[in-house]
């Protein structure tokens, strides 16, 4: 054969540009709400940069109403009580004391009024008295806005968490506050301030990409704003703790993520955040305070060339989604089409953590050797994975499981999971590593099959499953 | 009417707010601060001066390292935990040494049993390194030691247990810390007089230049001069003029800049204070690199600052310890942000003991955390840019250069710590901050504002010192017997001479000492049989903290209370305050020093490492009304009763002892049963807890 070697034919030379730019590839990433991310910004990476305003945030107590007292002692400077029964509220409620933010199901206009009531029979201006009574959906935004005329209190709220629980990404969580806007204000009268309004926000723990968006959100609802030619350019934002990535069988590793979502809300600009009934969840607001020296700084992404960068990305992102769903007619007319687009983003989401593409500490990866029988939070991705550890408490016989073949990590996780342990002299299963996967037997000659990458949750199933029928 | 979105664009002329160029409004602090002012915004990654980060491609290519600081009992248990801590996500191991081992005395030396096996592994000789890595690869696994007083027997050890177990010097990677001259400042785990202290650290430095390319040879630290009280600035130019010094020594010996300098490590301590916490690691990058240029280097990579970074064990409380996971997560974000090389989280419980399993745990989980969730390690320098971090960062810079440049002025660290002043600056800073604790002007969460009511259960480790000590002892004893005595006399008598003629690599000759079994405490005692033993001396300053609480209301009746006192008894009540055991951690005794000083007690303070003979016979001669033990490390069980004894034997009841520090609860009884009349825990205000001291004195004048 005479074929010469001819390097250059074949391969021409390389320019520098050329491996810069694949580098550069390489470096970048996308986000799961198809944000372009490079690892390195510099001066000028942004032609737009932002201020917003102070952040000297509101600590609040989500609480029952017997909690009040034991909350405001806690340092808790707004209190927020779910309405899901009908409720007369108590003459005690402390409407001199601190903002409280009534939100839930049975949320109407009696409790309203009784409020209104209360806070006159304490000498107050109920145009003083801030707060939220937020009645649910539907809402006539006409209505609430008209009867909270003269009073200082927010009536509807965009929820964003509505959302999020149903696994948006953080830019459809921004288009559909966006359209929800929209659609408020174009019921409203025209020239109508919607100063009764206000979002509450879901904070995750990708710290820089949730500072982003809650700046994002600001801008694209100042725009909002004054496209309806509205007399004020921002609404408040009430900050809460994404659940998503809870799990019950690890609190103390989920105040990790706590605080870092806290961190994104107060730096990001919230005007309220949330703590839960936990005292714990409360403290790590005061701490952040008063010893982290959060709340001195205004706005400190202002300027940062990767948060301006993200903050415009996201905000262009969002703003072309909600163009999408105005196109359509508004969200109203928009959802199912928006809540199929979010529904792919959800299941994209899950498959990755239920596989175990995506760790979640103390989830699907580095599981806490013990836990004690909490309820799975319904809310969280790592639910179904909960249930399975929780039913390895329930199974009668454990033992252990050898593995013939390659231990892959997928396949680490799915024992730890099912709280096995590696032992190959006294293992009720075995499992072979085949072709395409893996092959458990157990002692009795049943058998599963099973493939690498299988969601854990539903593979350890019926792993345990045989380990029961082994038991019996 | 609805608007036609379709044709609006996101930005509208008008509607998003300008950057105002003057700042003002961004930090109450930069107000009229310009940015374009700023000389290092053009700076990069992976380039000198390094300001946002060594590396071009940082976490983006290889996060840091979870590396957490762990060890304790003995050289068994500190290995099962490692191996449970690599098998749960640790990348790196970072051994704790007890304090015998770093004072260098073996286990079974009569003046340490209260000590062993307390705040780190008790390593007494190769023995023991052995057992501490076995199952663990010493040419795979980085290993960094916190060893700076006993560092020539430690490496020794290390560098002959890799070889025995077939592992070169060359293959070994990690850190010694090395750092001596801190030692002399802040942390007190010296042995030797400083001019020997830094021979020994330049041998170090010259041998690990010549034979372990992979290693760094010194691990210059800031942290425990944060942890004594150090301010951002203060910390960053200290550690840097270190740095300086030990460049300057590897120079002397004649190694080129290029050599040594790309192997030197930095570490840093992460206070609560997030943005000037991230703008100090940027600012420590520009001023080392800053320092190293006029050296000429002709590697850029001599000019780059690597560091470890460790959550401050100063901002955890023992109080409400849950508390602890968020200080450490919000400390953690900031190293990280600040784009540190490696981390140590601390544990919610460390306040109150070393870490126990579950407790190490949440704090490894910590940084898995910020690694697998936040997307962090996708960004480098995600601050670089903001006003306010840049602000900071000019700032430090800025401040810690005019720092650096007094300390030159004296002519280096080494003059620089001989005279005092930077001991003596950082204290200073330490009764400040604590007067405005005590004043309630810095808030501590669970301390000086929402205490809780309940007590939060927290099973804590604890070590049975007497059963370490046994079986310490018993290896030793089995050391010593199975060993060529002849062999190992003569090792040590080569050391012996190499140490009184300054021309040979001690570690050279120590590595000879530890093949031959020759014990930490035999190589030791040789050494300290040529260049003696260090005794610092230091008096309390005064005046700081009664400056800064001259209003107050608690430290007016205070010194009303110690005035009436002497009135009463015709001299001022005196007080001994002891460091009792090898614990050198001497911030808070010496800050109480400083506070009884001026609340009007006459104060002794005792020197370091005292047995509790040593603390009865000094208070028994100065005749104090009161002597205050404070205690950090563990050995409070053993020693305090002890010295309790030791007051009757010599009838001297009448010296009432108080305790502070760190004290589990379930220690309360056993010292109260011995004795003790008060105990201080962290968070205690001083005047309140000298109020009650008096008092309990005025009353036994009363009723004696």
Avoid at chain 1, 314 to 325: K, N, R, T
Wanted: a negative charge.
């Amino acid at each position: 054969m005479n074929d010469p070697l001819d390097l250059l034919k074949h391969f021409p030379p390389i320019a520098d540009s050329d491996w810069q730019n694949l580098i550069s590839k390489d470096l970048s990433w996308q986000t799961i709400e198809g944000i372009n991310f490079q690892p390195y910004y510099r001066r000028g990476a942004s032609n737009l940069q932002h201020l917003f305003d102070q952040n000297d945030w509101l600590i609040c107590a989500q609480i029952q109403s017997t909690e009040i007292l034991p909350a405001l002692e806690d340092g808790a400077e707004s209190l927020s009580l779910l309405i899901d029964q009908p409720t007369t509220l108590s003459k005690e409620m402390p409407v001199d004391k601190c903002p409280l933010y009534f939100r839930g199901k049975a949320v109407d206009t009696n409790l309203f009024y009784s409020l209104c009531d209360i806070v006159k029979s304490k000498g107050l201006d109920p145009s003083e008295f801030q707060g939220a009574v937020a009645f649910p959906e539907p809402i006539e935004p006409d209505f609430v806005f008209e009867i909270a005329q003269g009073t200082r209190l927010w009536t509807h709220e965009i929820d964003l968490c509505h959302w999020h629980d149903k696994g948006a990404s953080l830019v459809q969580e921004i288009a559909c506050a966006f359209a929800q806007l929209s659609d408020i204000m174009a019921q409203l009268k025209p020239g109508t301030s919607p100063n009764h309004l206000y979002l509450r926000i879901p904070i995750g723990e990708r710290i820089l990409l949730e500072i982003a968006r809650l700046r994002a959100l600001k801008i694209g609802i100042s725009t909002i704003l004054q496209s309806y030619q509205a007399p004020i350019h921002c609404l408040p934002f009430m900050g809460v703790s994404s659940l998503r990535h809870k799990t019950a069988l690890d609190q103390d590793t989920h105040m990790i993520r706590t605080t870092l979502q806290y961190i994104a809300a107060i730096i990001g600009g919230c005007n309220v955040i949330v703590s839960s009934q936990n005292r714990n969840e409360l403290m790590i607001q005061h701490i952040l305070r008063n010893e982290g020296k959060l709340g001195i700084v205004s706005d400190a992404a202002t300027g940062s060339w990767m948060i301006e960068h993200l903050t415009n990305a996201l905000a262009e992102a969002g703003w072309a989604l909600f163009q999408q769903i105005e196109s359509l007619g508004g969200l109203q007319k928009a959802r199912s089409w928006i809540e199929s687009n979010i529904e792919q983003t959800h299941d994209q989401r899950s498959q990755s953590i239920l596989s175990g593409e995506e760790n979640i500490v103390g989830g699907n990866i580095f599981l806490a050797d013990t836990f004690q029988n909490e309820t799975p939070e319904g809310k969280s991705l790592i639910a179904p994975l909960d249930s399975i550890r929780l039913r390895t408490e329930t199974i009668r016989y454990k033992g252990n499981l050898t593995v013939q073949g390659r231990c892959s990590p997928w396949l680490y996780r799915l024992i730890n999971l099912c709280g096995l342990k590696m032992d190959d002299h006294q293992a009720m299963i075995t499992v072979i590593e085949t072709s395409d996967g893996y092959i458990a037997r157990n002692s009795n000659d049943q058998q599963i099959s099973f493939n690498h990458g299988a969601p854990l949750n539903v593979t350890a199933g019926r792993l345990m499953t045989l380990m029961e029928s082994h038991a019996t | 009417m609805r608007p036609d979105f379709s044709s609006i664009p996101l930005i509208r002329r008008g509607i998003t707010p300008n950057i105002d160029r003057s700042g003002s409004n961004l930090l109450r602090t930069c107000d009229h601060f310009d940015l374009e002012s700023c000389e290092h915004l053009d700076y990069s990654a992976g380039l000198p001066p390094f300001l946002r980060g060594p590396y071009p491609s940082m976490y983006a290519e290889r996060p840091w390292t979870i590396r957490q600081y762990a060890g304790f009992s003995t050289a068994e248990e500190s290995n099962a935990f490692y191996l449970s801590a690599i098998a749960a996500g640790q990348c790196g191991i970072s051994v704790a040494f007890d304090l015998p081992t770093h004072r260098g005395y073996d286990s079974d030396h009569s003046l340490v049993h209260g000590d062993v096996g307390q705040a780190g592994v008790a390593i007494d000789s190769i023995e023991d390194m052995h057992i501490l890595f076995n199952h663990i690869s010493l040419a795979d696994m980085s290993v960094s030691m916190t060893m700076n007083g006993a560092v020539l027997p430690i490496m020794a050890f290390f560098i002959v247990a890799a070889q025995e177990s077939g592992v070169m010097p060359q293959q070994l990677r990690g850190t010694i810390q090395n750092d001596i001259l801190k030692e002399f400042m802040v942390r007190n785990t010296y042995i030797y007089p400083p001019q020997p202290s830094m021979r020994i650290t330049g041998d170090i430095i010259q041998w690990c230049t010549e034979n372990m390319p992979r290693f760094n040879p010194v691990s210059v630290s800031g942290y425990h001069m944060h942890e004594a009280g150090a301010p951002a600035a203060m910390e960053l130019a200290y550690t840097l003029a270190n740095g300086l010094e030990y460049v300057r020594t590897a120079i002397d010996r004649g190694l080129d800049i290029d050599s040594f300098a790309p192997r030197i490590s930095f570490f840093f301590g992460i206070g609560m204070n997030y943005f000037i916490e991230l703008s100090k690691l940027r600012a420590a990058r520009i001023l080392w690199a800053r320092l190293i240029k006029p050296f000429e280097p002709k590697n850029p990579k001599s000019m780059a600052l690597r560091m470890h970074c460790q959550t401050s064990g100063y901002s955890l409380t023992a109080q409400d310890p849950r508390n602890n996971i968020a200080r450490t997560t919000l400390e953690a974000l900031s190293a990280v942000c600040g784009q540190t090389q490696s981390l140590h989280t601390n544990a919610l419980d460390e306040a109150l003991a070393l870490p126990s399993a579950d407790t190490s745990r949440i704090a490894r989980n910590t940084q898995l955390i910020l690694q697998e969730e936040t997307e962090l390690t996708r960004a480098i320098d995600p601050w670089g840019g903001s006003y306010v971090v840049e602000y900071l960062t000019h700032t430090l810079t800025h401040h810690a250069w005019s720092y650096i440049q007094e300390i030159e002025s004296i002519g280096g660290m080494t003059k620089a710590i001989a005279s005092g002043l930077p001991k003596m600056r950082i204290e200073e800073e330490a009764a400040v901050k604590q007067a405005n604790i005590d004043q309630g002007k810095e808030i501590i969460v669970g301390i000086n504002s929402f205490q809780s009511k309940s007590s939060s259960e927290i099973r804590l480790l604890r070590v049975d010192n007497r059963e370490v000590l046994a079986n310490q002892s018993k290896r030793l004893s089995h050391l010593k017997q199975s060993r060529d005595s002849s062999k190992v006399e003569q090792a040590l008598e080569h050391l012996r001479k190499c140490a009184s003629q300054d021309n040979a690599n001690l570690l050279d000759v120590a590595l000879i000492a530890a093949k031959e079994r020759a014990t930490l405490g035999e190589i030791s005692a040789a050494l300290e049989s040529v260049f003696g033993r260090y005794h610092a001396q230091h008096e309390p300053i005064t005046g700081v903290y009664s400056a800064t609480m001259e209003t107050d209301e608690c430290t007016v009746k205070a010194q009303s209370l110690s005035d009436e006192f002497a009135k009463l008894t015709g001299r001022r009540p005196r007080i001994l305050i002891a460091k009792i055991g090898l614990d050198g951690h001497d911030r808070g005794a010496r800050v109480i020093a400083t506070a009884f000083a001026d609340l009007g007690f006459d104060v002794d303070i005792g020197p370091l490492f005292q047995t509790p003979e040593d603390v009865a016979r000094q208070a028994i001669e100065n005749d104090v009304h009161i002597t205050g033990i404070s205690s950090l490390a563990g050995a409070h069980r053993t020693l305090i009763p002890e010295l309790m004894n030791i007051f009757q034997r010599d009838g001297r009841s009448d010296i009432k002892v108080v305790v502070g520090g760190i004290i589990p609860n379930e220690d309360y009884p056993l010292l109260y049963h011995s004795g003790v009349v008060s105990i201080f825990g962290p968070g205690t205000v001083i005047a309140e807890a000298a109020q009650k001291i008096i008092n309990q004195l005025l009353d036994h004048v009363s009723h004696p």
